[in-house]
């Protein structure tokens, strides 16, 4: 039924959730799988001289977490008996990376958490799945946080 599954990781102990999820299906469909993990490489504006030191350290920070991420993701899937392919992408929101990355890799299925998140911390934070489903063309599976309600 499906060919490849795309599964974003953040790190999060959800988006760890969506990648065992991810693994399961896989086995079950005989699909390959791509984890991927999305860098905002512009997350705040600045001026002035000390802003591309800022920038700098920021995204060395943020490949350090990536790296980490793809790691316990690589583990899993691995744990699982699944082979999977491991990217780190950079893209101006997550959700348009993870967009990006479905058609990149010719994923049919997206497997992700939810942090579920409600009222007002949804509406500041937004919701990267809402928009993944907002704007995909392919099935989407969300996993939701362990425990939540």
Known sequence: MFKHILAPVDGSETSMAAVVKAAELAKAFGAAVTAVYVIDPYPFTGVGGEFAYGQDQYLNA?????????????????????????????????????????????????????????????LVLGSVTQSVLSHSKVSTLVVRTPGAD
Do not use: Y
């Not at 479905?102 to 949804?122: F, N, T």
């Open 62 to 122: 943020a490949r350090a977490e990536a790296r980490t991420a793809m790691e316990g993701a690589a583990q899993r899937l691995q744990a699982a008996g699944v082979q999977a392919e491991t990217r780190v992408t950079e893209s101006h929101t997550a959700w348009r990376g993870i967009i990006d990355a479905i058609d990149a890799c010719g994923a049919d299925l997206v497997v992700m958490g939810s942090h579920g998140r409600r009222g007002l911390e949804r």
